[in-house]
């Protein structure tokens, strides 16, 4: 702040303006007095000068009376001079009943500003004629006459002598008085200087001061309504600190929950990895053995037509021809059987291995415009049965035959198909549930519709809005990873779809995959 | 008071001649030309050894013991003070001169006095001649005697005196304030008791406001506003003091002699009073009376 504010700031303070009202005020009035008192000195001055220039006459004439009387010459001029003696008496004149001076002397200049006081002298100094004769006293004899004069120079001195010492005698008044008044306002004003300074603390945010409180006037009062709010703002402050404190522990927990659960979702990706990694080894462990069983079941097929017609020989020879206990008729269906499944386990181990490797490899992923919704809800069945961990649970398929063909990505399909079956399952009690799997057409949406529906536990409505975010799961810790929803729509978008969900708490979940079907092209035959 | 009698006494003692050098102590009161008037009257033609005490000069004096030691043949009391003063000396014969008291109460048998004060009978003529029919005076109970002799020869006179009595100088003037409307003329006679500069001056201004002549015992007062007044010669009155004490010094005892009245008067008249009463002067001429200087 410069000077010019700061002087500004000064002069539209409060004690300030009182101040400056007080010394106004105090010195209108020291000036009116002043006037005023040096108006009425100057006048009694005067007043003074004549009425002493009258008693002069009047001793003079009292003490000449005598003498003039007797004619005492002598007496009466040292009465001249004695009177003459006082102070600024410049002429004295005694003269006689005819105006024949006796006695007098005159000083100073004779056309100097005087005060002139004659007086006659009688035989009586109690009154006039009048009054004597109705004291019963005879005439008073006219004895003669007395001068008076008084310079009135010394008087005008005197009275700028007053004036000058009533003026310092007014400014010492005056600066005593202000002076008086700035210290009573000072300490007047003091609780509301306290107060202006603890709001100006308060103003600049810091409401740990307290303004202090040492009388019971108006500002001590606000002072003290301040301290009040400055208190409650505090413990404001203080409730807010400890909510945003709060807060930030909790968004901090947040972060580490979220960060713990993204974590656990990079584990599970991982382990996913690893899992498709796994898979593919499997894969080639089991397809090594797998395809020699296969060639040793095709070539045992092939033996087994070979030497079937001299089994039948045999039997022909013998009646009783008995394999393993069975009779050979029985024993050769048995065989033929056997062989079937042979051959049937093995293509299927073939089917489930290469189902499983495209999966977890997510390869071989483009889209075809012959894409057999219900090839890929077989394909999604055998790689959950597969998985051998929901024994419990009985999986009902209701596959709509003549499905028409869709666009689309048959691994990627059968994905977002696995994982609808997988939260199916995943929601159903552990002693055991129902899951179902259904497929059709509807012509009038022009799309093609495959069902999963449960008889689990259900989705809570709030749940429901959050179920396409990614990492949102209510099974993080039994192993959810909260993507298989995001991803199953994502996919399901891609081809061209959507999925809708109708749940209720306790009662089971549906889930209905919505996928446009191909322009003219049937299912089963390749775009 | 003691370093001054011891002064005194060691020059006695130093100077022994002194105590037989002089035949007449001379008391008076002070030093002014009047008594070097009075005193030259008493020395001319008489060749007296003298020594003189002048009171003015002393807080207090021992003159008892001076007498005592000096023996002188007489003493000499000029003045009021200087007679008062000399009343303790009860051996030695005093002549008092310039003393104004109309009289002394129990005058002691070695006093002899030659008065200042006139006959009354020239204050009765003086009166006359102002045409007063009442005088008014104010004495103190002193001169009750004097009162009455003087109520006498003025009653002989055709003229009635009208006496207030005061004690003290501060009630004159209120005593002068009963003669009003039963005097024609004031008297102011030498009364110690009550005669003081501020009494003259009562008299005086009583004189004025009432218009009427004052008649003083002094022409002295003729200044202070009396109308008239009978002047002593005091040349003559030392002369008249030598006189007596050549007399008494030749054998007279001063019991005989008393009081002497003076020998040379005139009567005085201040012109200027007499024409503000409105009093004619040619009275007064007549009398052989002059206008004051």
């Known amino acids: ?527 | 008071m003691r370093m001054l009698f011891c002064v005194i006494s060691v020059v006695i003692l130093a100077f022994p001649g002194l105590s037989s050098a002089y035949d007449i102590l001379v008391v008076q009161d002070q030093r002014s030309h009047i008594y070097d008037t009075l005193l030259r009257g008493f020395g001319n033609g008489r060749h007296f050894k003298e020594r003189i005490i002048v009171l003015q000069d002393f807080a207090e004096n021992d003159l008892v013991k001076i007498v005592r030691e000096d023996h002188p043949a007489l003493v000499l009391a000029v003045g009021g003070r200087a007679l008062a003063e000399t009343r303790v000396i009860r051996q030695t014969p005093v002549v008092s001169v310039f003393s104004y008291g109309i009289t002394v109460s129990n005058p002691p048998p070695n006093l002899a006095q030659v008065k200042m004060l006139a006959p009354i009978e020239r204050f009765a003529a003086l009166f006359r001649a102002l045409g007063a029919k009442r005088v008014g005076t104010v004495l103190s109970g002193t001169a009750s005697s004097y009162a009455a002799k003087a109520s006498e020869i003025f009653r002989k006179a055709g003229i009635h005196l009208v006496i207030r009595e005061a004690r003290r100088p501060g009630d004159v003037a209120k005593q002068l304030e009963s003669l009003k409307n039963t005097a024609d003329a004031l008297w102011l006679l030498p009364d110690p008791a009550i005669v003081t500069s501020e009494t003259v001056e009562a008299f005086a201004l009583y004189s004025l406001q009432h218009h009427l002549p004052l008649v003083s015992f002094s022409d002295a007062h003729l200044k202070k506003g009396a109308a008239a007044a009978f002047a002593i010669d005091l040349e003559d009155l030392g002369k008249q003091a030598a006189e007596t004490a050549g007399r008494i010094m030749a054998g007279d005892s001063p019991e005989d002699i008393q009081e002497i009245p003076p020998r040379k008067i005139r009567l005085r008249f201040n012109r200027q009073v007499m024409e503000h009463l409105g009093l004619p002067v040619n009275p007064l001429l007549h009398l052989g009376g002059s206008e004051a200087e």
């Open chain 1, 1 to 527: 702040m410069g000077i010019i504010q700061r002087l500004i700031f000064v002069i539209k303070s409060f004690r300030f303006r009182l101040f400056a009202i007080f010394s106004l005020g105090t010195t209108l009035i020291t000036i009116t007095l002043s006037l005023n008192y040096i108006e009425r000195e100057k006048t009694e001055f005067r007043e003074h000068a004549s009425e002493r220039a009258r008693l002069l006459a009047k001793l003079l004439a009292d003490n000449a009376r005598l003498p003039l009387f007797a004619d005492d010459r002598a007496s009466l001029q040292k009465l001249a001079e004695e009177t003459a003696r006082q102070l600024d008496v410049v002429e004295v004149k005694i003269s006689d009943v005819n105006g024949v001076s006796i006695a007098g002397i005159q000083r100073g200049r004779a056309n100097s500003s005087r005060i002139n006081e004659n007086l006659a002298i009688t035989s009586d100094a109690e009154g006039d004629a009048s009054t004597l004769a109705l004291k019963g006293r005879s005439t008073p004899i006219s004895l003669g006459n007395v001068l008076v004069s008084l310079d009135t120079a010394s008087l005008d001195n005197s009275i700028r002598q007053m004036t000058i010492s009533i003026a310092r005698y007014s400014c010492a008044f005056w600066l005593m008085v202000t002076i008086f008044s700035y210290l009573v306002l000072t300490r007047m004003t003091q609780s509301y200087g306290k107060l202006m300074e603890g709001l100006a603390a308060m103003r600049n945010g810091n409401f740990t001061v307290r303004i202090p409180i040492e009388d019971v006037d108006e500002p001590s009062q606000a002072a003290r309504s301040l301290n009040d709010l400055a208190d409650a703002l505090q413990r404001h402050e203080a409730d807010n600190r400890l909510l945003q404190e709060k807060l930030l522990d909790a968004m901090r927990l947040q972060v580490q929950e979220e960060k713990r659960q993204v974590m656990a979702k990079l584990i599970q990706t991982n382990r996913m990895t690893s899992l498709g990694l796994l898979v593919s080894s499997m894969a080639h462990e089991i397809n090594n053995p797998n395809g020699a069983i296969r060639l040793d079941g095709n070539f045992l097929g092939k033996m087994l037509h070979n030497i079937m017609p001299m089994l039948e020989a045999a039997t022909r020879k013998d009646a009783d021809f008995r394999l393993s206990g069975l009779r050979f008729d029985e024993a050769r269906d048995e065989i033929f059987r056997a062989h079937e499944n042979i051959i049937r386990h093995t293509n299927r181990i073939e089917a489930v291995i290469k189902d499983l490797r495209a999966y977890s490899l997510g390869v071989n992923n483009p889209f075809t415009l012959d894409i057999d919704l219900n090839q890929v809800v077989t394909g999604a069945l055998t790689i959950i049965r597969a998985h051998g961990q929901y024994t419990n649970a009985v999986i009902s398929e209701d596959l709509s035959s003549g499905l028409p063909a869709i666009k689309g990505s048959r691994h990627q399909l059968e994905q977002v198909v696995v994982n609808l079956l997988l939260n199916a399952l995943q929601s159903l009690p552990p002693k055991g549930g129902r899951a179902a799997v259904s497929s059709a057409v509807s012509r009038t949406a022009n799309e093609v519709l495959v069902t999963v529906s449960d008889n689990g536990e259900g989705i809570p409505p709030e749940h429901i809005a959050r179920l396409f975010e990614p990492f949102f799961s209510t099974r993080i810790e039994s192993g959810g990873s909260g993507l298989g929803l995001y991803i199953s729509n994502f996919i399901v978008k891609e081809h061209g779809g959507n999925l809708t969900f109708e749940s209720k708490v306790g009662a089971g979940t549906t889930v209905i995959m919505h996928v446009p079907i191909s322009p003219c092209v049937p299912a089963g035959h390749p775009a």
